[in-house]
Nanobody, 122 residues
Framework: VQLQASGGGLVQAGGSLRLSCAAS????????MGWFRQAPGKEREFVAR????????HYAESVKGRFTISRDSAKNMVYLQMNSLELEVTAVFYC????????????????WGQGTQVTVSS
C-alpha cells in the first residue's frame, strides 16, 4: 500500500494550494482518507477526512470554510484544496487511511504518505 502526497510548496498568506494524495496497493472502499499536518515542535493534528465510499467529509474547526477535501475514486486520488492560507498553516501535510470512518485520531490511521511541506510566508 502506498500513499503519495504532493502539491506542497511556498505560498504567500492569503493564497491557495491544492494537495494531492495518490493511493495505490489496495482498494479503499471501506476506508476514510484523512489529511493531517505537523508543524515544527508540535504534534500531528487532524485537518480533514473523507470517506472513500460515500464522500462524507469532516473538518477541523480551524480550517472549516477555507479547506475542502475531495476524492476521485476513478483515479484513486484524494485532494485538499486550501484557500485563504494563514501563516500558522505552515507544516508538513500527510495523507493517511483508516478503517474507523469517523476517526480524527492519528493513531487510528494505519497507512501514511511521506508528507509534503507547505510553507506560508508573509
Amino acid at each position: 500500500v502506498q500513499l503519495q502526497a504532493s502539491g506542497g510548496g511556498l505560498v504567500q498568506a492569503g493564497g491557495s494550494l491544492r494537495l494531492s494524495c495518490a493511493a495505490s496497493g489496495r482498494t479503499f472502499t471501506n476506508y476514510v482518507m484523512g489529511w493531517f499536518r505537523q508543524a515544527p515542535g508540535k504534534e500531528r493534528e487532524f485537518v480533514a477526512r473523507i470517506t472513500w465510499n460515500l464522500g462524507t467529509t469532516h473538518y477541523a474547526e480551524s480550517v472549516k470554510g477555507r479547506f475542502t477535501i475531495s476524492r476521485d475514486s476513478a483515479k484513486n486520488m484524494v485532494y485538499l484544496q486550501m484557500n485563504s492560507l494563514e501563516l500558522e498553516v505552515t507544516a508538513v501535510f500527510y495523507c493517511a487511511a483508516a478503517r474507523q470512518l469517523r476517526s480524527y485520531d492519528s493513531r487510528d490511521y494505519i497507512y501514511w504518505g511521506q508528507g509534503t511541506q507547505v510553507t506560508v510566508s508573509s
